[in-house]
């Protein structure tokens, strides 16, 4: 599976953003996917993840009530939106598949997920 994100970019504190993460190779729709993010000088850390049907959401306790993810099987997308944007958001964010469909106490994992995309940089300006 080839991910690939885009989306990102420079934003005010309090915007929005929607990340998109295209897979091409194989249909996600029999994985588990999720967004992580890496700020400069810190460990790559979760931010998101969702089950293959959608029906099974998880979010980091930074970004509960602020950041949605959802995907669209038949594009083969998966997406993050992300409002009330705060610096401490900025990050480059990274799209990641899960051989695993369900939900799992170890879907928040950086070890958990099989493909990683590139990743999109955001940038939250105050």
């Known amino acids: 599976v080839q991910l690939v994100e885009s989306g990102g970019g420079l934003v005010q504190a309090g915007g929005s953003l929607r990340l998109s993460c295209a897979a091409s190779g194989r249909t996600i729709n029999s994985y588990g996917m999720g967004w992580f993010r890496q700020a400069p000088g810190k460990e790559r850390e979760f931010v998101a993840s969702i089950t293959w049907s959608g029906s099974s959401i998880d979010y980091a306790n930074s970004v509960k009530g602020r950041f949605t993810i959802s995907r669209d099987n038949a594009k083969n997308t998966v997406y993050l939106q992300m409002n009330s944007l705060k610096p401490e958001d900025t990050a480059v964010y990274y799209c990641?598949?899960?051989?695993?469909?369900?939900?799992?106490?170890?879907?928040?994992?950086?070890?958990?997920?099989?493909?990683w995309g590139q990743g999109t940089l955001v940038t939250v300006s105050s």
């Open positions: 990641a598949a899960n051989r695993n469909p369900y939900r799992s106490s170890k879907s928040t994992m950086v070890s958990s997920y099989d493909y």
